[in-house]
């Protein structure tokens, strides 16, 4: 059985995330501590008390969601006793699930994939003023309409297509009068649903370029070595193993699509039969089936299915 793990992105945050596996286990406890000590923040108390508006910052969400993740990654590989690398043939994940896919495999330490965490989301945040920019969700268009329908709607300004997440779900992004004029257009077009997201800038699209600049300079000053795993890459949707190559394009990345329909569909083409999503929700593994039915999907976040994953491999 060939296998990839799977990280997701923001809007999988839930308070109380994490909390089961640090009571079961000290390793994901100890994980927690690891990115409060880098971040000299108690990030472990919003995960598990919230408030929810916390939480959902997303100074506070990156770096969470990629706590999350990688406490279920070490706690597989004491419990297991197993390495990653011994059974995964990629790691991918969308968004800001890359740099945990990148922790995974030991391509960044844990304390820079939560600093350069919170660095991206405040540089993303600081990118737009809140309310000048948005996202919407386009439903029952493919790629290349919804791209159609952006281009339609841009009217001089930002809209872009931000992210494709399987057949028939594209995420546009841009100037908020843009985006509502796309969903106008997109209804028009024949979408069965197109929809403003609650989100607090427009991620993914040129307006992100003062953020990708932040991170340019915050990359430069991280060590990336070469991962256990190869990555498959959001922007380019195929594997990378170059630790500069993988430098650039967690820069591009910001101003990018995620490609991660094609990305899904690149490993089910390599031989991937089964995806493993780590950490918190099942977006990623929902999705799966809608990018290629043949691919079996597992997700691993509490105890239990910590357990149940482990019988599996």
Known sequence: MSLAFVFPGQGSQAVGMGQALAAAFPVARHTFEEVDDALGQKLSRIMAEGPEEQLR????????????????????????NLSLADKAAYVAGHSLGEYSALAAAGSLQLADAARLLRRRGQAMQQAVPVGEGAMAAVLGLDLEAAQ?????????????????NAPGQVVLSGHAAAVERAIEIAKEKGAKRAILLPVSAPFHCSLMAPAAEVMAEALAGVEVKMPAVPLVANV?????????????????????????????????GQGVETLVELGAGKVLSGLSKRIDRSLSALSAETPEEVEAVLAQL
């Not at 910052?57 to 297991?80: D, F, Y």
């Not at 159609?148 to 494709?164: I, L, P």
């Open 57 to 80: 910052l997303t100074e506070n969400a990156q770096p969470a969601l990629m706590a999350a993740s990688l406490a279920v990654v070490r706690v597989l590989e004491s419990e297991g």
């Open 148 to 164: 159609a329908v952006a281009e339609e709607a841009a009217q001089g300004e930002v809209c872009q297509a931000a992210n494709d």
């Open 236 to 268: 380019t949707a195929s594997h990378l193993s170059d630790p500069e190559e993988i430098r650039r394009k967690l820069v591009e990345q910001v101003t990018g699509m995620v490609r991660w329909r094609e990305s899904v569909a690149y490993m089910a």
